[in-house]
């Protein structure tokens, strides 16, 4: 018996990570998101302050994480075609300069794209595991969350959820 409950537990687990506990988001109620200052990869610096008054999806990720590099096309493909509707910026915690720069030239990606070396940003939101995305309102709250790589479908959906709020 005690083998059994082991058995599921551990089954639970793996597929936990498996699936990057994804889907665990909405928020009960709106909370307000941390301040961060991140350098963008043409050096300048950008905070939560500059997307003030427009809705924004912030995902934190690493060069290194299978999933983040999975998700990456999806982003790319939600932002070229919903330019406008919201903000997105694409925070790499602890990663090679070099492998992001690869990575978004490999992607051809027009959004925000900064670094965290030290991983600050990251800390601020709890970022514990990633890929995480944070969907936060004009007013700078965090309305919603997804941990796991997102699909393009699920990205839509919830753009379409932080757009209507806003009144888009």
Known sequence: MRKSLLFVFSAILAAALITGCAGLGKSAAPKRAPDFKVKLMDKSEVTLDSFKGRPLVLNFGSSRCPRCIFEFPAF????????GDAEFLMIFLKSSEDEVVSLVNKNDSKFKVAMDPDGVSGDAYNVFGI????????NGNIVDDYFGSISKRELNNRIDELTKKAGK
């Open 131 to 138: 890929p995480v995305t944070f969907f936060i309102d004009e």
């Open 76 to 83: 790319k493909e939600v932002y070229d075609s919903r330019k």
